[in-house]
C-alpha cells in the first residue's frame, strides 16, 4: 500500500498525475472518502497524466463522464446519488470495464459488489490541518486479506 498526504489541492492534483502511469486500459479505481475530501481532485489529475485535454468536472448529476484520451476512454463514474442496486443495473457501468477504458468510480463502495475483484482501491480522508488529505492507494494483487 501507498500513502500520501497531500497539504493543498494542488498536491493532491499531482498525486493523482502520478498514480496515472501506474494504470493500463482495462483498469479499474475504486476511489473512497467522505465530501469533500479530494477524490474529484485527484481524478482530475488521474485525467491529466492520463492525456485527457478537455476540463474534468464531478459527474455527481450527469453520474458518468467520459473523456477522450490517446488510449480511448477514461470513465469517470459519481455513484454518489445512487442508492440502489437496481439504479446501478440501468446505468450498465460494466461496460466501461473493457480493454479501451480506464473507469474512476467515486462513492466506490455503492457498487463494490459490481466492480472487478481486481482493482486499484483508493482512499481519502481529512488531514489535521484544513487542506490536508491523506490518501492511500492499494494495487489489486493487494485486495485480498
Given amino acids: 500500500m501507498k500513502e500520501i498526504l497531500s497539504r493543498s489541492a494542488e498536491e493532491t492534483v499531482s498525486a493523482g498525475k502520478a498514480f496515472a502511469g ?12 467522505t465530501l ?38 477514461v470513465a469517470h463514474i459519481d455513484m454518489y446519488r445512487i442508492s440502489t442496486l437496481g439504479e446501478v443495473a440501468e446505468l450498465g457501468i460494466e461496460e466501461y ?22 482493482r486499484y482501491q483508493v482512499s481519502f480522508a481529512h488531514g489535521d490541518a484544513e487542506n490536508e488529505r491523506a490518501i492511500r492507494i492499494r494495487g489489486p494483487r493487494e485486495q485480498a486479506g
Fill in 36 to 73: 469533500g475530501s479530494g477524490k474529484t481532485r485527484f481524478v482530475a489529475g488521474v485525467c491529466a497524466g492520463l492525456g485527457v485535454s478537455v476540463p474534468v468536472s464531478s459527474p455527481t448529476f450527469t453520474i458518468i463522464n467520459e473523456y477522450p484520451a490517446p488510449f480511448g476512454v
Fill in 22 to 33: 501506474t494504470l493500463r486500459p482495462g483498469d479499474v479505481v475504486a476511489l473512497t472518502g
Fill in 97 to 118: 470495464f473493457n480493454d479501451g477504458c480506464i473507469c474512476l468510480v467515486e462513492w466506490a463502495e455503492v457498487v463494490s459488489g459490481v466492480l472487478p475483484p481486481l
